[in-house]
């Protein structure tokens, strides 16, 4: 009779041979476990290589196309319509002065250094009706529609902050009426600089940079 037959017991209940029986886990059950943990490995690998394959692309060559827009950027002239040479120059540029203030020889001592300074010169004299006594400011700039971005841009180099109105004048030459405000005519330095920077205007940043 076999040990591991218990006492009392015999005839078919017997257990016979000398191994015992041992308890083993499901090998399947350890092969989804496998697999599942080899899953999760693969995917966070793939993840990772994603990542980096983006950082590659996007970051190194979206920096170098930032790089490469900023180096073909270029600032523009300042866009004008009439450009240096098609402004008309001083000497073009016929100026009647005209006194609106109560103060007696502005008008000649005005057209006498406006034609030192390059200008001809027209009519000299008290302002028309419709403006003596009538222009508050340092001056007025009073001209035919062409001249708004002629001779006045030209002329208004010679007295910073004269305003400018037009008329309905068949001839292109254009009228400096003193104002109530007026003192003399800019320093000729200031006036020249400003001229200067009238022809050739600073170069401005496209915006699309």
Do not use: H
């Amino acid at each position: 009779m076999s040990m591991l037959t218990p006492p009392g017991m015999g005839g078919k209940y017997r257990v016979t041979g000398d191994t015992y029986p041992r308890m083993r886990r499901p090998r399947r059950r350890r092969r989804l476990v496998l697999a599942a943990a080899a899953a999760v490995v693969v995917l966070g690998g793939a993840g990772w290589g994603t990542l980096q394959l983006v950082d590659v692309f996007s970051g190194d060559e979206g920096r170098k196309t930032a790089a490469g827009k900023q180096a073909d950027c270029k600032p523009e002239p300042q866009a004008t319509t009439a450009t240096a040479a098609t402004r008309p120059k001083p000497a073009q540029i016929t100026v009647n002065v005209y006194n609106a203030t109560p103060r007696g020889g502005l008008a000649k001592a005005t057209a006498d250094e406006l034609k030192k300074r390059g200008f001809k010169i027209g009519k000299v004299g008290n302002a028309p009706a419709a403006y003596d006594k009538k222009v508050p400011g340092f001056g007025l700039l009073l001209g035919p529609p062409g001249a708004v971005k002629g001779a006045f841009p030209v002329l208004g180099t010679q007295l910073k902050g004269a305003a400018t109105k037009t008329d309905t004048r068949a001839t292109a030459d254009v009228d400096l009426i003193i104002g109530t405000a007026f003192k003399t005519l800019d320093p000729k330095a200031t006036a020249d600089a400003a001229l200067i920077a009238l022809n050739k205007p600073a170069p401005l940043p496209t915006g699309k940079c």
